[in-house]
């Protein structure tokens, strides 16, 4: 079992920063990849961000490309995402999510274990 625990939400305006992490506890961390998902009130969960247990790869949806980079440090078993030139439509309760794989999961049911949800918002 892997723990997750999502830090770092909170009000920002359009164009500000803000770093979300994601802390693992439980087993090794080191063999799972992560992702961030993040859903808006009234719409499905969706894939924002993913990386490899080892760090090297990693993939982001379209609509956060060149803004937002997710990054791991596996010794402090934490991942993180860095948004920048944050938008209202970024607003959202952001999720980490992990699994043992070799790949980029992208889908929800590839991953079986979930942290609680860190809220984002973004006032225009």
């Known amino acids: 079992q892997v723990q997750l625990v999502e830090s770092g939400g909170g009000l920002v305006q359009a164009g500000e920063s803000l770093r979300l992490s994601c802390a693992a506890s439980?087993?090794?961390?080191?063999?799972?990849?992560v992702g961030w998902f993040r859903q808006a009130p009234g719409k499905e969960r969706e894939f924002v961000a993913a990386?490899?247990?080892?760090?090297?790869?990693?993939y982001y949806a379209e609509s956060v490309k060149g803004r937002f980079t997710v990054s791991r440090d596996n010794a402090r078993e934490s991942v993180y995402l860095q948004m920048n030139s944050l938008k209202p439509e970024d607003t959202a309760v952001y999720y980490c999510?992990?699994?043992?794989?070799?790949?980029?999961?992208?889908?929800?049911?590839?991953?079986?274990?979930w942290g609680q949800g860190t809220q984002v918002t973004v006032s225009s």
């Open positions: 990386i490899t247990w080892s760090g090297g790869n990693t």
């Open positions: 439980g087993r090794t961390f080191s063999g799972y990849a």
């Open positions: 999510a992990a699994d043992l794989a070799f790949g980029l999961p992208r889908d929800i049911d590839e991953y079986g274990f």
